[in-house]
């Protein structure tokens, strides 16, 4: 069964995302559509790839494509510069030129660092994204932020390049632990309170049998954030910084756990907590509304408070390392009601210190 599309369109650049069942199998011919390079990597992790790399492999041969499986070992610990180089030899070795297309079968890891050897490969060739997480189909399958981590943090290094097809096979979700899976929903639910007070509704009485549902989700998802970047593509004008709702104190959690304690979204989920308490103090945020958040969040499984040995003190001496602290200050997203965000610049340090102690 075919799913649907959804297109993707800017001044810059356009491209479709697939939403569906059974998708995998018709890669192939969707690829064809939109490419005629010859020969492909297909970039993908050691868990990923005994579950779909032969399906992906066979759909590409099928359609005349020459494919070359490349792959890594699964995790964050993998999106490192020197792995980006290691892939780019191993394309070189398989012969890929100019024409030649990278094909990111995997979560957000392998989309990030697979889009960033498109990126940076003969000066940029195109990018077919396959997400297999939520999050990845959600979130960061889509904006053309691709990159790689230093020892200095996160993302440091990186170049924006927009895919030019995304495939998201529901199917592939079949496999995903349920912690991963529900990690996704903490996107889902930001996107909800920064652009759509009817989805954050229908998350509340959210049946986890659906697939129709679900389908309807991820594609509301990704307009969601497509609009927002089309807006600013580069985070220029600040637009695009309202995705980054929850991710201040988020991302300080990951760093504070040495990203082993939280998956990303459920670091997000705390720090979208911490977010509605800034909100709440500086934005008007109604009280009621910021437990209806924490009550969402705890539906789908995500932490709402932090555990009491936690060190708190590194998260706010992580903060100092977010990307969003320019010269001092802090550009800090608050909502002042569910369904919408802005950029604020009257949060202080104290304020978050005040958030992340009550968590
Ligand atoms: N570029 C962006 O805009 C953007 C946005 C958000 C997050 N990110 C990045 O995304 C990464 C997190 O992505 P993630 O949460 O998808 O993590 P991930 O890619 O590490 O995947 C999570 C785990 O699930 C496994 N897995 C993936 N799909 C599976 C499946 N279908 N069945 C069974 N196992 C499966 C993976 O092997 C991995 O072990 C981070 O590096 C983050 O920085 C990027
Ligand atoms: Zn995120």
Same mark, same amino acid.
């Given at each position: 069964?075919?799913?649907?599309?959804?297109?993707?369109?800017?001044?810059?650049?356009?491209?479709?995302?697939?939403?569906?069942?059974?998708?995998?199998?018709?890669?192939?011919?969707?690829?064809?559509?939109?490419?005629?390079?010859?020969?492909?990597?297909?970039?993908?992790?050691?868990? $990923?790839?005994?579950? *779909?790399?032969?399906?992906?492999?066979?759909?590409?041969?099928?359609?005349?494509?020459?494919?070359?499986?490349?792959?890594?070992?699964?995790?964050?610990?993998?999106?490192?510069?020197?792995?980006?180089?290691?892939?780019? /030899?191993?394309?070189?070795?398989?012969?890929?030129?100019?024409?030649? *297309?990278?094909? @990111?079968?995997?979560? @957000?890891?392998?989309?990030?660092?697979?889009?960033?050897?498109?990126? $940076?490969?003969?000066? @940029?060739?195109?990018?077919?994204?396959?997400?297999?997480?939520?999050?990845?189909?959600? =979130?960061?399958?889509?904006?053309?932020?691709?990159?790689?981590?230093?020892?200095?943090?996160?993302?440091?290094?990186?170049?924006?390049?927009?895919?030019?097809?995304?495939? =998201? +096979?529901?199917?592939?979700?079949?496999?995903?632990?349920?912690?991963?899976?529900?990690?996704?929903?903490?996107?889902?639910?930001?996107?909800? $309170?920064?652009?759509?007070?009817?989805?954050?509704?229908?998350?509340? #009485?959210?049946?986890?049998?659906?697939?129709?549902?679900?389908?309807?989700?991820?594609?509301?998802?990704?307009?969601?954030?497509?609009? %927002?970047?089309?807006? +600013? /593509?580069?985070?220029?004008?600040g637009?695009?910084a309202?995705?980054?709702?929850?991710?201040?104190?988020?991302?300080?959690? /990951?760093?504070?756990?040495?990203?082993?304690? *939280?998956?990303?979204?459920?670091?997000?989920?705390?720090?979208?907590?911490?977010?509605?308490?800034? #909100? #709440?103090?500086?934005?008007?945020?109604?009280?009621?509304?910021?437990?209806?958040?924490?009550? !969402? !969040?705890?539906?789908?499984?995500?932490?709402?408070?932090?555990?009491?040995? *936690?060190?708190?003190?590194?998260?706010?001496?992580?903060l100092k390392f977010d990307k969003k602290f320019e010269g001092g200050k802090i550009r800090f997203?608050?909502?002042?009601?569910? @369904?919408?965000?802005?950029v604020?610049n009257d949060v202080t340090l104290? =304020?978050?210190?005040?958030? %992340?102690?009550?968590?």
């Amino acid at each position: 069964m075919l799913g649907a599309a959804v297109e993707i369109r800017s001044a810059a650049y356009c491209y479709r995302v697939l939403v569906g069942s059974g998708l995998i199998k018709q890669l192939g011919k969707c690829v064809r559509k939109v490419l005629r390079g010859k020969r492909c990597a297909v970039v993908t992790d050691n868990i $990923i790839s005994p579950l *779909f790399a032969n399906r992906v492999q066979r759909s590409l041969t099928s359609a005349g494509f020459r494919p070359t499986l490349i792959t890594i070992p699964a995790g964050e610990k993998s999106k490192t510069l020197k792995k980006a180089g290691a892939i780019c /030899e191993q394309m070189i070795a398989a012969r890929l030129d100019r024409q030649s *297309f990278v094909v @990111g079968l995997g979560g @957000g890891v392998i989309g990030d660092i697979s889009g960033f050897v498109a990126a $940076i490969y003969h000066r @940029g060739i195109p990018h077919v994204q396959i997400p297999t997480t939520l999050l990845a189909m959600v =979130d960061s399958s889509i904006g053309g932020k691709t990159g790689v981590n230093t020892a200095d943090g996160k993302n440091l290094i990186g170049a924006v390049h927009q895919p030019s097809l995304v495939i =998201d +096979d529901l199917d592939v979700l079949k496999t995903l632990p349920r912690r991963e899976f529900n990690q996704g929903f903490a996107e889902i639910i930001k996107h909800a $309170i920064i652009a759509d007070a009817k989805m954050f509704k229908q998350l509340q #009485s959210w049946e986890a049998s659906d697939a129709l549902a679900l389908q309807r989700l991820i594609k509301r998802n990704i307009k969601i954030k497509a609009a %927002v970047v089309a807006r +600013d /593509e580069r985070d220029r004008t600040g637009e695009r910084a309202i995705l980054n709702f929850g991710h201040t104190v988020g991302h300080a959690i /990951e760093r504070a756990g040495n990203y082993r304690k *939280f998956l990303h979204g459920e670091a997000l989920s705390l720090g979208i907590v911490a977010a509605c308490a800034v #909100s #709440s103090k500086k934005a008007g945020l109604p009280r009621r509304q910021h437990e209806a958040v924490i009550d !969402l !969040l705890q539906r789908f499984e995500l932490p709402t408070c932090l555990p009491k040995n *936690f060190p708190r003190n590194k998260i706010v001496s992580a903060l100092k390392f977010d990307k969003k602290f320019e010269g001092g200050k802090i550009r800090f997203v608050v909502t002042p009601k569910i @369904g919408r965000a802005r950029v604020a610049n009257d949060v202080t340090l104290d =304020d978050i210190r005040e958030a %992340v102690d009550a968590l």
